[in-house]
C-alpha cells in the first residue's frame, strides 16, 4: 500500500505519467544550471525503484556518495508528501527497494559506453533481471554527442533500457521554433520525452516539451522537494 501512494504523489506520475517513463529511446529533463535536473531525474528512478524494478544512474558530476545522497533525500521528500508515514516502514521499504538501485560515477575523460556494455551483459551472466531504465547526469550537451548517442542507441536496442539525460540549458540562448533548448533541438529526433524545467515567481515549473500528443502541458514543483503543488 506505502508503494502505491509513494508512486501516486510522485511528481513523475503526474507530469509523465507512470507507463511513459520507459516508452522509446532517450528522454532529457533540460533546465539552466542549479534549477533541479538531478533532483527530478532522481524521482524519475524513485518510481522504478517503488516498482521494483531496477535501475542504473550514471554521473559524471557527482561522486557515489553524493549520489546515494540524493536518493535518500527524495525519496525522504516523497515519503513527506503524503502526510504522516509510520517510520518503521518507511525505512524498511527504502532498504528493500535500494538495493535495486546501482549508482557508477564516471568523470568526462572516464564515460565509456563500452564499460557500461560490459556492466549490463554482467547482469544477463549471472541470468539477474536488467536495468529497465538509466539515468545519464552530466553529459555535456554543448559538445558534439552524436558519436556518443549512437553508441548509446545501440545500447538501448540491445538491452531494451530508457535512457535518461540531463541537459543543461543556458539563460541567454534563444529556443527553437518549437520552443525546444539548442541542446535539444541538436538531437531531437532521438528523443522521445523532454521535460523543461523553469524558475517561475517562487516555483519550479515543469513544460511537457516531448512526450507523443502531451505536448505543453505545465506543473508547478515546490524548488525544495521537486513535489507537484497542488493548485
Not at 76 to 99: C, F, M
Not at 125 to 133: E, G, H, S, T, V
Request: charged share 30%.
Amino acid at each position: 500500500m506505502l508503494k502505491k501512494d509513494l508512486i501516486s504523489k510522485s511528481p513523475v506520475s503526474k507530469a509523465i505519467g507512470i507507463e511513459n517513463l520507459k516508452q522509446g529511446r532517450f528522454g532529457a529533463v533540460l533546465s539552466r544550471a542549479g534549477v533541479g535536473k538531478t533532483s527530478f531525474l532522481v524521482q524519475i528512478a524513485l518510481t522504478q525503484l517503488l516498482k521494483d524494478e531496477k535501475i542504473l544512474h550514471i554521473s559524471l558530476d557527482d561522486p557515489i556518495e553524493k549520489i546515494n545522497l540524493r536518493y535518500s533525500e527524495g525519496y525522504t521528500n516523497l515519503v513527506d508528501s503524503i502526510g504522516y508515514v509510520d517510520p518503521q516502514k518507511a525505512v524498511r521499504l527504502w532498504e528493500d527497494i535500494n538495493l535495486n538501485k546501482v549508482g557508477i560515477s564516471y568523470n568526462e575523460s572516464t564515460f565509456d559506453s563500452e564499460k557500461i556494455r560490459d556492466y549490463l551483459k554482467s547482469f544477463k551472466k549471472a541470468d539477474l533481471a536488467l536495468p529497465c531504465i538509466m539515468i545519464i547526469d552530466g553529459l555535456n550537451f554543448d559538445k558534439d554527442v552524436s558519436g556518443i548517442l549512437e553508441e548509446l542507441e545501440n545500447l538501448n536496442h540491445e538491452f531494451s533500457i530508457f535512457i535518461w539525460f540531463s541537459m543543461k540549458s543556458h539563460r541567454e540562448e534563444k529556443l527553437s521554433p518549437e520552443g525546444y533548448p539548442i541542446q535539444l533541438d541538436t538531437h531531437k529526433e532521438k528523443f522521445d520525452k523532454a521535460i523543461f524545467l523553469q524558475p517561475v515567481e517562487d516555483k519550479i515549473e515543469a513544460v511537457i516539451l516531448k512526450d507523443g500528443d502531451r505536448t505543453d502541458q505545465r506543473y508547478r514543483l515546490n524548488p525544495a522537494t521537486m513535489m507537484i503543488v497542488e493548485e
